[in-house]
């Protein structure tokens, strides 16, 4: 049974920095492909980063440039460092993780293992 828990969210304002955790565990965790998802009120869950087997990156437009995933396959734990945060940055942030060969499509649905989010807040 995979588990995944996030860490690492709260309150911000525009312009700063934060970094969320989401330790894996239940699984041989460099088997699968992780990503993180957010979601606003009132808006779908969209994909915001993801990594593969093999390290390959993938990244929504909205973020590349200023989010960066990250893993540390010794210790099961996958990062998402969040620089220059934006008022629309905000929503719950969930560590997702796959075996889909499709993970770089980054669609909520390929995405079976879910944790129970962390929230980001960025205010003026």
């Known amino acids: 049974q995979v588990q995944l828990k996030e860490s690492g969210g709260g309150s911000v304002q525009a312009g700063g920095s934060l970094r969320l955790s989401c330790v894996v565990s239940g699984y041989t965790y460099n088997s699968l492909r992780m990503g993180w998802f957010r979601q606003a009120p009132g808006k779908e869950r969209e994909g915001v980063a993801g990594?593969?087997?093999?390290?390959?990156?993938t990244g929504a437009d909205s973020v590349k440039g200023r989010f960066t995933i990250s893993q540390d396959n010794a210790k099961n734990i996958l990062y998402l460092q969040m620089n220059s945060l934006k008022l629309e940055d905000t929503g719950m942030y969930y560590c997702?993780?796959?075996?889909?060969?499709?993970?770089?499509?980054?669609?909520?649905?390929?995405?079976?293992?879910w944790g129970q989010g962390t929230q980001v807040t960025v205010s003026s």
């Open positions: 990594i593969g087997i093999n390290g390959m990156k």
């Open positions: 997702a993780a796959t075996d889909s060969p499709k993970w770089y499509l980054l669609r909520h649905g390929d995405f079976g293992y």
